[in-house]
């Protein structure tokens, strides 16, 4: 029981991280749809430039790790959220009227990216500072530390922001109205490409977001890191139901806990094929995603 | 037929003898390494024409196919090496259990919608690398080696220009074979499918039943590159197997111009001989590959040498209402 309960916990914490993730993919996918190859490597750019933050600010003898921690997340998210518009305005826009053309055109932006990162950073790993300590609340023989509890409950408060955003703003009603028709959302006045653009903002900060607190918590990134979580994220995607918020959260954290229920009772080493094949199976049986509503592949 | 369609068609013919009489005459010219690179762009071109009939010719997108490569490649490797067969023989082995294979995945999926298609797809060849990652019959991470060469009684295809032409004379059959069934009854299904599901169900088109024929023999076509590139490397593990190479496949069949038979060939020479070009920049090779792509896209978005068969779907994207964007015309009239 408490192995289980132990692997409920990281999920959930992974889960966090590949529902931030997720969420740009069903966004970008929801509005112009695109899966975006590019939204992992975002996650990953997050990471880099929250490290270069950090180290600029232990320069400047900053050493307060809430402070360190809060401008760290802002200025990645900053920087991310632009980089997501431009890699939307420059490979993105001029080919949205060409389904595969645009994948292979993101395709290009996750290998630029991704590459970018190679070149300035490292090949191989770096280490991420370590800030906060392990400690936790003792709860039987569980280990849970703070980090985990405030990794969870920060993204789903920023996902509960996210959804209200969407539901209760000017902006996520012109979002929503975009999704169901973008020329009748023009005619009714909607800057388009300005939505399309915030999308791209808003998707690419929360997985900034993700993977500082990826490097925080586990201490080490990469440049390829994204690669790999971006598939689990995009999995996450598609199974809550693409195009649905709620959807791409509750795909998050299912693929987070399916993903340590794996570790901890089969192996490491099957754990992705567990995910996938639970993907499959559930795909097979509930073809719109968990949350998806009946689509009609096209009218 | 007027004057102009005959001299276009006298062209193509031109064209068509040249590029036949250069892909035989290569090994001559050529030193191996530029040999060996060759017979690399031709397993492209086999894994390019099998999975332009899944996403070309019936419209299905499959992340995942380097599955059907690595089946056929591991199918080859592990008869040949443990069971000590002909390599001839592992051909029809290889290329029953791809397909079989591709019914297994295809038949329960491929009533999906596209994208989640896409998904499961790239599940599945997640599903097969790792699986051949972690058992020890395929070798584990090291994979297969010291596979033999194939030989034909005495004679041993051991050297650069013997396995270049074993390679040329597979990919020329997939091309015809690939040019003819696109003119089929089997191949106007394809497309009426790719088109319109519903139209071509409306029209008495079992559209399951066509999808996964086309599933079946793609993942055929993919199994047979899989034991050439064997045979090939002599030695297979599962680096060769993983998403990126997926992707890269369905680069050849997008970047040439889905559908078409030459742009495949294109796609292929491009995505092969580009990052063997910048091999000598080896730091900044993979970005400018990255940067590459995107631009390519953006000037040519249907592709280097667009297809001409059914280009109904092309005429009526450009018609529909969509965003405001720079027009792709010039692309679709060639």
């Known amino acids: 029981m408490d192995v289980a309960l132990q692997q409920l916990v ?16 069903t966004m970008v996918y929801g509005i112009i749809r695109l899966i ?10 997050g990471a880099f430039i929250g490290l270069s933050m950090l180290s600029l600010l232990a320069a400047l003898h900053v050493r307060n790790a809430l402070v360190l921690t809060f401008l760290g997340l802002v200025v990645s998210m900053a920087a991310t959220g632009l980089l997501g518009v431009l890699i939307y305005r420059v490979a993105y826009r001029p080919l949205l009227r060409s389904p595969l053309s645009i994948l292979i055109s993101a395709i290009g ?8 990162l190679f070149l300035i950073y490292s090949p191989s790993f770096l280490v991420y500072p370590s800030l906060f300590s392990t400690g936790g609340p003792a709860l039987g023989g569980i280990v849970v530390s703070w980090m985990q509890v405030t990794i969870f409950l920060v993204s789903l408060g920023l996902m509960l922001a996210l959804y209200a955003l969407v539901h209760r703003t000017k902006l996520g009603l012109a979002m929503r109205a975009l999704a169901i028709n973008q020329d009748a959302a023009r005619l009714m006045g909607i800057d388009v490409n300005r939505v399309i653009a915030a999308t791209f903002f808003i998707g690419s900060a929360l997985a900034a977001f993700g993977g500082v607190m990826t490097g925080l918590y586990y201490g080490q990134i990469s440049f390829l890191m994204g690669f790999l979580a ?61 949350l998806g509503e009946r689509v009609v592949e096209r009218m | 037929m007027g004057p102009r369609s005959h001299r276009i068609a006298s062209i193509r013919a031109g064209l068509a003898i040249a590029a036949a009489v250069a892909a035989l005459g290569l090994p001559l010219a050529a030193n191996p390494y530029v040999t060996d690179v060759a017979t690399l762009v031709l397993v492209y071109v086999m894994l390019g024409l099998g999975l332009n009939i899944v996403v070309g010719y019936a419209g299905l997108l499959d992340l995942g196919y380097a599955a059907f490569f690595a089946i056929g490649a591991y199918s080859s490797a592990i008869l040949m090496v443990h069971h ?10 290889a290329a029953c259990l791809t397909t079989a294979s591709g019914a297994v ?35 584990g991470p090291d994979g297969v080696w010291g596979i033999p060469r194939p030989s034909i009684g005495p004679l041993v295809l051991g050297s650069s220009a013997s396995l270049y032409y074993l390679g040329l004379a597979f990919a020329a059959v997939i091309l015809i074979l690939s040019h003819n069934v696109a003119r089929s009854r089997l191949g106007r299904a394809w497309r009426a499918v790719r088109e319109d599901e519903i139209a071509a169900r409306a029209a008495g088109i079992n559209t399951v039943s066509t999808k996964l024929k086309a599933y079946m023999l793609g993942a055929l076509l993919g199994g047979t590159a899989g034991s050439f590139f064997a045979v090939k490397l002599t030695a ?13 496949i369905l680069m050849v069949v997008i970047l040439g111009g889905m559908g078409s038979l030459p742009g495949v060939v294109l796609g292929a020479i491009v995505i092969v001989g580009l990052p063997e070009a910048l091999r000598a920049f080896q730091t900044v090779r993979m970005l400018a590959f990255g940067i590459g792509l995107i631009l390519l896209m953006l000037l040519r978005p249907q592709g280097l040498w667009p297809s001409r068969i059914g280009t109904l779907g092309r005429v009526r994207a450009a018609r529909s209402p969509g965003t405001r964007s720079q027009p792709t015309g010039q692309a679709a009239t060639s």
């Open chain 1, 36 to 45: 975006n190859f590019a939204q992992g490597d975002l996650y990953s750019v």
């Open chain 2, 84 to 93: 000590h067969m002909s390599y001839w023989l592992t051909i029809p082995i």
């Open chain 1, 10 to 25: 990281n999920g959930l914490t992974i889960g966090a991280f590949y529902a931030l993730i997720a969420l740009g993919y």
């Open chain 2, 105 to 139: 995945i295809g038949a329960p999926t491929l009533r999906m919608r596209s994208d989640y298609l896409a998904i499961v797809t790239l599940g599945f060849g997640e599903i097969v690398r790792i699986t051949a990652t972690n058992l020890s019959f395929s070798g």
């Open chain 1, 230 to 290: 971006g598939l689990k994220a995009f999995t996450a995607a598609v199974l809550g139901g693409i195009g649905n918020i709620p959807g791409a959260m509750l795909g998050g954290f299912i693929v987070g806990i399916v993903e340590s229920v794996a570790i901890g009772y089969i192996s490491g080493r099957w754990k992705d094929v567990v995910t996938f094949a639970i993907l499959i199976i559930i795909l097979v049986v509930r073809p719109r995603g968990l």
């Open chain 1, 109 to 116: 932006a996750s290998l630029t990216l991704e590459y970018s």
């Open chain 2, 236 to 248: 297979i593990d599962p680096t060769s197997f993983t998403f990126v190479q997926s992707v890269n």
